[in-house]
């Protein structure tokens, strides 16, 4: 089981390695810690200190550069982010599509430097607009197979992540219904078991403690925000995980 934080531009850094220490305090304890991986995406400052504080959680970037090396003023490459001891990279969150300019073409190239360098891309997908979950798991399955293509059309080695975040419900007060959750997440599982890449699906977009027992039939782990600021949250959810493996 997957669970993930991104922690976005919410924490300063001292308050991100005390997050990170109580986090991995109470997954170095807790009885669930054989059933996951637990991982945190904190600012790019963040990330050493976090890689080295943070016992048992694995560290991933918000972002990555589509280039390896070059003259590209404040881009923070694939290279760079494997040699500080980065596993995961997000890439094409909403947040980035919309405030950055982050198009297709953008995260297709993104995706590939994190392959090429060993990174596991967690590629973020959801539908803009409230829609049934046929019609919502069709456009995020889009989204993925246009996110591989680059890496695709090469023939780089690499798995991946999937994080379904509807547009619609990040930020909101409450997550997706679960039975839309459980019916899209179902489906990308699916889809995906067809391809060569080793892939998993998490879901995101409001997630928070409580959620995981309702859905846990149809996905791989949760991918939490502003629910999991609170470590005890994180403490309840891997609850519902130890309660999941029993």
Do not use: N
């Not at 990170?20 to 995406?41: C, D, K, N, Q, Y």
């Not at 409580?210 to 959810?237: K, N, Q």
């Amino acid at each position: 089981m997957l669970i993930g934080a991104s922690l976005k531009m919410y924490f300063s850094h001292a308050r991100t390695l005390e997050w990170v220490s109580e986090v991995g305090a109470i997954l170095a304890s807790h009885p669930a810690r054989e059933a996951v991986t637990a991982f945190v995406i904190p600012q790019y400052p963040s990330i050493p200190a976090s890689v080295e504080r943070g016992a048992g959680l694995a560290v991933g970037a918000q972002d990555v550069a589509a280039e390896d090396w070059g003259a590209f003023t404040g881009e923070v490459s694939a290279a760079v982010l494997a040699e500080l001891g980065c596993r995961y990279v997000e890439v094409g969150h909403a947040e980035r599509r919309r405030l950055f300019g982050d198009t297709d073409e953008v995260i297709a190239a993104k995706v590939h430097a994190a392959m090429r360098h060993g990174l596991v891309p967690i590629i973020c997908v959801g539908e803009a607009e409230h829609v049934d979950a046929a019609e919502a798991a069709s456009a995020c399955i889009e989204q993925i197979r246009s996110a591989l293509s680059a890496a695709d059309a090469v023939g780089a080695d690499g798995g991946f992540i999937v994080a379904y975040e509807p547009l619609w419900a990040i930020g909101a007060p409450a997550p997706a219904a679960p039975e839309h959750i459980r019916a899209v997440c179902a489906r990308l599982r699916a889809e995906l078991v067809l391809g060569t890449r080793e892939a998993r699906v998490i879901y995101g977009g409001s997630a928070g403690p409580g959620l995981l027992g309702l859905i846990a039939d149809s996905v791989d782990g949760l991918f939490l925000g502003r629910f999991a600021h609170d470590p005890a949250a994180v403490r309840d959810i891997l609850d519902e995980v130890d309660a999941l493996t029993r």
